[in-house]
């Protein structure tokens, strides 16, 4: 049974329990069923974050268009470019291992493609949620569903693992702006 | 950190949100930001924030909803100097309301992870109506805050004119509409329950409280007799109306709420318009409901509510279909569908506009092939394509 994650909170992952090696993380969403003359594409991206809370290069930028960070710890499965269907839209896989010592943090995030163009926002997505998956058991073990706060925001910072004395814990951060993917990247030090 | 009135704090985020959380009971309080020059006035209208004006071009300050407002400090335009940060009462004169009716007021500053920087309690105010909650400014080259909590009598409009915004009627108040239709709050005569309306004519919608409350639009129609026999029941089955709308809101998204797709709509999400489960039997006593979502008047432009036979002919003096418009506080709206003879099955029923605060209701009774020939009359502009439920 997963446990289910207020926002804000953030949970042990890998104490007390040695043999996680490799996390899978889910994130699903559904959207306003008219579609206002646009197709909704939401992608979900990874940053990987140092010491100081920005990426070393573009390349700990994983995204739709650099699906593997180097050295293979992060990998994204891929756009799911509509968003249909049950389950997961988007997964993001992690060798938790393999994650260079660098690397203090892995933020989530899910952003509204082309959003002000297609005048989109997180105010017509629901039922968005993230969850951790032992990927070698297929266990869940950490859901958070981010609710219904979002109005005009259109790239919301999901939840992040994160390393705390020699050990992966995961917070829940829901935190949503009205920025787009480019925001969240100047926060991170990409240029998006 | 807790900060005292007038202390001053560098601000190293990019991204902030900036909350006012407070117990407002009745009121109906609004945030807004104003963008300053070094003269302490804007350089022009575009530069108030509110939720007229819901983000700034630049894209440095957003107004999220009543209660929030974004920054994103890297954005902010060379001519700011400083974004005064305020809360207002929206018609405190004449609802003689003040904030000193509010309690638990607290400004909470969360950084990109939605961690809380610092919080502000202004102090109580007495006869307030409008707050400096707080100010952003640069200070050698860098940005501040500064927990100002300074407040003010006039409102908004009292602020507005402070820094440099010309107030129109219509932003702080909805337009007053003709006289003959106007039922205010304080009338001296007793108020109607039920008004029926003539075609042409247009009413607004009164908002009581702090938000419009639920707006419900019931369609309700002539059912066949019952006693009619076994063979009544397939010779005389009546006709199926089925009620629906095209919504348009604010930030131009556009859209239909019908049971035909599926498309139920939502009360807590764009559109915020819902439709109940549909009636095809037309046993039901009620008829159907649409509602509306009053909390996010602010949000939705223009709403034409509409019916269309699924099956069956247009008969529609058979139907002597009746629309009812209820809104609390607002003596009920009567649209009858008093025009016959139509063979076309679709009819544009009445028009909700916003004029501000709340809706205009007009009776439009007029019909049309099919939807699509609706929309064009209206210019909605949706793309129609056949559908079935």
Same mark, same amino acid.
């Given at each position: 049974?997963?446990?289910?994650?207020?926002?804000?909170?953030?949970?042990?992952?890998?104490?007390?329990?040695?043999?996680?090696?490799?996390?899978?993380?889910?994130?699903?969403?559904?959207?306003?069923?008219?579609?206002?003359?646009?197709?909704?594409?939401?992608?979900?991206?990874?940053?990987?974050?140092?010491?100081?809370?920005?990426?070393?290069?573009?390349?700990?930028?994983?995204?739709?268009?650099?699906?593997?960070?180097?050295?293979?710890?992060?990998?994204?499965?891929?756009?799911?470019?509509?968003?249909?269907?049950?389950?997961?839209?988007?997964?993001?896989?992690?060798?938790?291992?393999?994650?260079?010592?660098?690397?203090?943090?892995?933020?989530?995030?899910?952003?509204?493609?082309?959003?002000?163009?297609?005048?989109?926002?997180?105010?017509?997505?629901?039922?968005?949620?993230?969850?951790?998956?032992?990927?070698?058991?297929?266990?869940?073990?950490?859901?958070?569903?981010?609710?219904?706060?979002?109005?005009?925001?259109?790239?919301?910072?999901?939840?992040?693992?994160?390393?705390?004395?020699?050990?992966?814990?995961?917070?829940?951060?829901?935190?949503?702006?009205?920025?787009?993917?480019?925001?969240?990247?100047?926060?991170?030090?990409?240029?998006? | 950190?807790?900060?005292?009135?007038? &202390?001053?704090?560098?601000?190293?985020?990019?991204?902030?949100?900036?909350?006012?959380?407070?117990?407002?009971?009745?009121?109906?309080?609004?945030?807004?930001?104003?963008?300053? &020059? #070094?003269?302490?006035?804007?350089?022009?209208?575009?530069?108030?924030?509110?939720?007229?004006?819901?983000?700034?071009?630049?894209?440095?300050?957003?107004?999220?909803?009543?209660? #929030?407002?974004?920054?994103?400090?890297?954005?902010?335009?060379?001519?700011?100097?400083?974004?005064?940060?305020?809360?207002?009462?929206?018609?405190?004169?004449?609802?003689?309301?003040?904030?000193?009716?509010?309690? @638990?007021? /607290?400004?909470?500053?969360?950084?990109?992870? @939605?961690?809380?920087?610092?919080?502000?309690?202004?102090?109580?105010?007495?006869?307030?109506?409008?707050?400096?909650?707080?100010?952003?400014?640069?200070?050698?080259?860098?940005?501040?805050?500064?927990?100002?909590?300074?407040?003010?009598?006039?409102?908004?409009?009292?602020?507005?004119?402070?820094?440099?915004?010309?107030?129109?009627?219509?932003?702080?108040?909805?337009?007053?509409?003709?006289?003959?239709?106007?039922?205010?709050?304080? &009338?001296?005569?007793?108020?109607?329950?039920?008004?029926?309306?003539?075609?042409?004519?247009?009413?607004?919608?009164?908002?009581? @409280?702090?938000?419009?409350?639920?707006? /419900?639009?019931?369609?309700?129609?002539?059912?066949?007799?019952?006693?009619?026999?076994?063979?009544?029941?397939?010779?005389?089955?009546?006709?199926?109306?089925?009620?629906?709308?095209?919504?348009?809101?604010?930030?131009?998204?556009?859209?239909?709420?019908?049971?035909?797709?599926?498309?139920?709509?939502?009360?807590?999400?764009?559109?915020?318009?819902?439709?109940? @489960?549909?009636?095809?039997?037309?046993? #039901?006593?009620?008829?159907?409901?649409?509602?509306?979502?009053?909390?996010?008047?602010?949000?939705?432009?223009?709403?034409?509510?509409?019916?269309?036979?699924?099956?069956?002919?247009?008969?529609?003096?058979?139907?002597?279909? /009746?629309?009812? /418009?209820?809104?609390?506080?607002?003596?009920?709206?009567?649209?009858?569908?008093?025009?016959?003879?139509?063979?076309?099955?679709?009819?544009?029923?009445?028009?909700?506009?916003?004029?501000?605060?709340?809706? #205009?209701?007009?009776?439009?009774?007029?019909?049309?092939?099919?939807?699509?020939?609706?929309?064009?009359?209206?210019?909605?502009?949706?793309?129609?394509?056949?559908?079935?439920?």
């Amino acid at each position: 049974m997963a446990v289910s994650l207020r926002k804000g909170q953030k949970v042990e992952l890998t104490k007390g329990n040695p043999s996680l090696k490799k996390i899978l993380i889910g994130l699903g969403w559904d959207t306003n069923k008219y579609d206002g003359g646009s197709d909704f594409d939401l992608d979900a991206a990874a940053f990987l974050l140092a010491g100081n809370g920005k990426v070393t290069s573009d390349d700990d930028f994983v995204f739709y268009n650099n699906l593997k960070h180097k050295g293979g710890s992060v990998e994204h499965m891929g756009d799911n470019l509509t968003g249909a269907g049950e389950g997961d839209d988007e997964e993001i896989k992690i060798d938790l291992e393999k994650v260079p010592a660098n690397i203090e943090k892995i933020d989530f995030t899910v952003t509204i493609y082309d959003a002000d163009a297609r005048k989109q926002t997180f105010g017509q997505v629901s039922n968005a949620y993230i969850r951790v998956v032992d990927d070698t058991t297929q266990q869940e073990l950490i859901r958070y569903d981010l609710g219904e706060d979002f109005s005009v925001e259109t790239a919301v910072v999901v939840g992040e693992i994160y390393r705390h004395n020699g050990e992966w814990k995961f917070n829940a951060i829901g935190s949503g702006w009205s920025g787009g993917l480019a925001a969240l990247g100047r926060n991170y030090g990409v240029n998006v | 950190m807790e900060l005292r009135k007038g &202390q001053k704090i560098a601000l190293n985020e990019n991204l902030l949100k900036i909350i006012f959380e407070r117990n407002s009971g009745a009121l109906d309080i609004d945030m807004a930001a104003f963008l300053l &020059q #070094s003269t302490g006035k804007v350089k022009g209208d575009e530069d108030f924030v509110f939720y007229g004006n819901p983000r700034h071009i630049s894209g440095s300050v957003t107004h999220c909803n009543d209660d #929030s407002v974004e920054i994103d400090l890297t954005k902010i335009p060379r001519h700011v100097e400083k974004i005064s940060i305020t809360a207002t009462i929206y018609e405190a004169d004449e609802r003689k309301q003040n904030f000193s009716k509010i309690s @638990g007021a /607290v400004l909470r500053l969360k950084d990109f992870y @939605g961690t809380e920087i610092a919080t502000f309690a202004p102090e109580r105010f007495t006869v307030e109506t409008a707050i400096v909650l707080g100010e952003i400014y640069r200070y050698k080259g860098a940005w501040k805050f500064n927990a100002t909590g300074a407040g003010y009598k006039g409102g908004l409009a009292a602020l507005c004119n402070d820094f440099g915004i010309e107030v129109s009627d219509e932003m702080t108040a909805p337009p007053p509409p003709p006289p003959q239709k106007t039922y205010s709050n304080n &009338q001296k005569f007793e108020q109607p329950k039920k008004i029926e309306l003539r075609k042409g004519q247009r009413v607004n919608l009164i908002k009581r @409280g702090s938000t419009l409350g639920e707006i /419900v639009i019931n369609l309700n129609w002539k059912r066949p007799p019952q006693n009619s026999g076994f063979f009544g029941q397939f010779l005389n089955r009546g006709i199926d109306l089925d009620l629906a709308c095209l919504y348009e809101l604010k930030d131009g998204r556009a859209g239909a709420v019908q049971a035909l797709g599926n498309l139920f709509g939502s009360l807590t999400n764009a559109p915020y318009i819902a439709l109940d @489960g549909d009636d095809r039997t037309g046993e #039901s006593e009620g008829g159907e409901n649409l509602r509306i979502n009053g909390k996010f008047v602010n949000k939705i432009q223009r709403i034409l509510i509409f019916t269309f036979i699924y099956e069956g002919a247009a008969n529609w003096e058979e139907a002597q279909g /009746v629309v009812t /418009v209820k809104c609390p506080g607002s003596p009920e709206l009567i649209v009858r569908m008093d025009e016959y003879g139509s063979e076309n099955k679709t009819c544009a029923i009445a028009l909700l506009e916003n004029v501000g605060e709340t809706f #205009s209701v007009e009776k439009i009774v007029r019909f049309y092939h099919d939807s699509k020939e609706m929309d064009e009359d209206f210019d909605w502009g949706l793309r129609w394509t056949v559908g079935r439920k």
